[in-house]
């Protein structure tokens, strides 16, 4: 195998199929990146068994300047190498694999000798068909993932929660997240009618590395499915994630329907003074705030006591404020997550009681988006 | 730099008991007296196992100490008589004379079954004097349990420590505000609480032998040569230990543990019991009103090897059995091994702190409600 490319080119390639590769696998090889050199261009390959990336770098663009001299195949450290192809001197490089999997990588008068592996060893890649899929902007699926990622539970005791749950039905595209303690779901109607139909859940984790790779171009992605694998499709790239296995609990009963009380802010407004009042709580074992609403006198304080530090109070600026008086604890943690996923918009915020879970939802649109928080009983 | 007045106003007894369980032993098998004991298991029986846990003084002259190997003690001191450990009977006695402190005061600080702190500042008799206290109180545990003790008397631990070390068996010694520079500069440098094998060649070194070189050193000195023990070193030797006798000291961990003769054998019996301790630590945790972020799990082999390994959470566990169950289930499969005997369970919840709050949880996984 021989080839040359250009660089910058090939780094950021690197970059995006490095991000499945995990140093510390108990699978050797998988600490390694899989280059198979053919007529059509470069086939990169990272995998940590749970995910998987694969880019082909096109021999026919004309900006990547990539030669293929002989094709083949090699799998390379991706650590050694990524560090090696970055700080190499010169605009092009040279890949050269001899006898034994001797990997020569040369770029002006500088050559480093590696030593690669079989690329026959190399884990292959599921099959993932065509039979059932979605297209959606990029933008769109970032905002999503980004919106619903948050509720994922980071504890392995309950496997299920740390993934979000994605279904199509109808063409409604639905996700949502859980961690028992806040709940995050958004909703989205297909632009272009679909028959296809799914019930899959996603690892959080795979949803935050493929939506680091979304470039702001919003170009479109395409999910499609096996029985336990998703494969997102982006250009030349594929990303493979596996799937959890078991049924998800039914998450729609848990959002409530009437409110007794609703109150309307800015969101970064009121995230503004949630981060204050939580500056205290954080170094305390009581990572609690207090809200307290007025409605008949349309006002909203927020308290918050740490009694090895000290504590903080604010009167808020309510847009609309109407129901009974309430008094109510939260974490400000999950408070803070939820608000920033609403960015810069106008919130409901809609309560029940004291012990019972309280929803925000965007006031422009209130029934595609809404977060859900469980509140905080105190002693 | 001196100590506030407010904190050497303060009396504190260190009461500490003579060869505590050596003289439990002596006091219920009388035919030990005028012999050398150790209480240990008797490596003679046990292949060599097992570690001193105290001696009487006869053997201490032998050069027995606490924390020595069996088989070494015995080497020592061959015609002494070995005694297994009895902790269930030294606890009824330490809560026996803990009952006496608690005439005196409530302000008790344990520091273990023979070792306690009490401040008298007031007490419940009303006396002026602490040695008074101190000698009724020696007085009184003698009558009821024929056991002596010795106490120091001072306005900070530190020096009621070692006042009670200095006139040990049966002695009460005081060292007045008055009197306490004196004394620490006389003090070797070894006797300051924490100067230990590493520190006192460190000290010689530095020319440091006793409290008057360590009063000459400079705080940035001590502080540079020691880190945060020269902070603290240079205000003991300058009379100051602020410390106060916790006698409200939260609990740091709240375990259950079983051990089993037959030992369990099969991972159902495994699960059964655990599921058995988790419930029994989460009623405890509950009714403490305490959670925790790790949970320890204890295990014991068939070999009488003892593991223990932890998990700890970045937010606190919830209160509930099943939560625990779960998390010691984790652990334990990752450290069994197949074909093994277990002798010993247990499961501690610790980095226990007052449970002010509680996070609720969407009912996820019971659909009933």
């Known amino acids: ?379 | 730099m001196q100590p506030a007045a407010k904190f050497t106003q303060r009396k504190i007894i260190h009461v500490d008991m003579d060869a505590f369980y050596a003289s439990i032993e002596e006091r219920d098998h009388p035919e030990f007296k005028g012999h050398p004991l150790i209480v240990a298991q008797d490596p003679r029986k046990t292949g060599g196992r097992g570690v001193v846990t105290t001696a009487n003084y006869i053997a201490r002259q032998t050069g027995v100490h606490s924390a020595m190997n069996a088989n070494e003690a015995l080497k020592l001191c061959p015609n002494a008589i070995f005694k297994t450990p009895d902790f269930p009977r030294y606890r009824e006695v330490s809560d026996q004379i803990h009952a006496i402190f608690h005439e005196y005061t409530d302000k008790i600080e344990t520091v273990a079954f023979d070792e306690a702190y009490l401040d008298v500042t007031e007490n419940k008799h009303h006396l002026h004097s602490a040695v008074q206290v101190a000698h009724a109180i020696q007085a009184e545990i003698f009558d009821q349990t024929h056991l002596t003790c010795s106490t120091g008397i001072s306005y900070s631990k530190f020096l009621a420590k070692e006042a009670s070390d200095f006139r040990k068996p049966v002695g009460v010694c005081v060292i007045l505000p008055e009197d306490a520079h004196d004394f620490l500069m006389a003090l070797p440098i070894e006797r300051f609480r924490g100067v230990g094998k590493k520190t006192v060649p460190k000290m010689h070194e530095l020319g440091i032998l006793n409290g008057a070189d360590l009063y000459e050193r400079s705080q940035l000195a001590l502080i540079h040569d020691f880190g945060k023990f020269g902070y603290i070193l240079y205000q003991r030797v300058r009379g100051i230990d602020e410390r106060p006798v916790e006698y409200q000291r939260e609990r740091k961990s709240i375990g259950k543990e079983r051990t089993y003769g037959p030992p369990l054998t099969t991972t159902g019996e495994v699960e059964s019991q655990l599921e058995r301790l988790a419930e029994m630590v989460a009623t405890t945790v509950k009714q403490k009103q305490r959670h925790g972020k790790t949970l320890v799990l204890k295990l014991r082999d068939s070999e009488f090897n003892t593991i223990t390994k932890r998990v700890t959470q970045p937010d606190f566990i919830p209160n509930d059995a099943t939560t625990y169950y779960e998390m010691a289930l984790e652990i334990y499969q990752s450290v069994a091994t197949s074909d093994e005997q277990v002798r010993l369970l247990g499961i501690t919840l610790t980095g226990l702190a007052p449970q002010t709050f509680e996070e609720l949880k969407l009912p996820l996984f019971d659909p009933d409600r």
């Not at chain 1, 609403?342 to 006031?363: E, K, N, Y």
């Open chain 1, 1 to 379: 195998m021989k080839f040359s490319i250009n660089r910058a080119a090939f780094i950021k390639e690197l970059n995006n199929v490095s991000r499945a590769i995990s140093s510390k696998t108990t699978i050797p090889i998988l600490t390694g990146i899989k280059i198979v050199a053919s007529d059509a261009g470069l086939l990169l390959t990272g995998s940590n068994a749970d995910i998987s990336i694969e880019s082909l770098i096109r021999a026919d663009d004309p900006d990547i300047g990539l030669t293929i001299d002989e094709p083949g195949a090699i799998v390379l450290t991706a650590r050694f190498f990524s560090e090696i192809v970055k700080r190499l001197p010169e605009q092009t490089m040279t890949v050269t694999v001899k006898d034994a999997f001797q990997t020569e990588i040369t770029s002006g008068s500088a050559a480093f000798n590696i030593n690669g592996q079989d690329a026959n060893n190399y884990p292959h890649l599921p099959e993932v068909d065509a039979a059932d899929s979605v297209v959606l902007s990029g933008a769109v699926f970032k905002e999503l993932i980004s919106q619903t990622v948050i509720a994922v539970s980071n504890q392995e005791s309950r496997p299920i929660l740390t993934g979000v749950h994605f279904v199509l039905a109808d063409n409604q595209f639905l996700a949502v997240a859980t961690d028992s303690h806040r709940l995050s779901q958004r909703q989205i109607e297909l632009p272009t009618p679909s028959s296809a139909a799914f019930d899959v859940i996603i690892p959080g984790k795979s949803l935050t590395e493929l939506s680091r790779m979304i470039g702001d171009d919003d170009s479109d992605v395409k999910m499609q499915f096996s029985e336990n694998q998703v494969l997102f499709l982006l250009g030349d790239t594929s990303f493979y994630s596996r799937l959890l296995e078991g049924n998800y609990p039914d998450t729609s009963r848990l959002i409530p329907k009437d409110a007794s009380t609703t109150v309307e802010f800015e969101a970064p407004e009121l995230l503004a003074a949630v981060e204050r009042a939580s500056l205290l709580s954080h170094e305390s074992r009581n990572n609690v705030v207090k809200l307290t609403l007025t409605p008949a006198d349309n006002q909203v304080t927020i308290f918050s006591n740490s009694p090895d530090v000290g504590n903080v109070e604010e009167a808020l600026d309510p847009k609309e404020i109407t129901g009974d008086d309430l008094e109510i604890s939260f974490n400000p943690d999950y408070m803070k997550d939820a608000l920033r996923s609403f960015g810069q918009t106008t919130i409901r915020v809609a309560f029940t009681s004291a012990l019972r879970p309280f929803t925000l939802v965007p006031t422009e649109d209130t029934s595609n988006f809404i977060q859900l928080i469980t509140p905080v009983r105190t002693f």
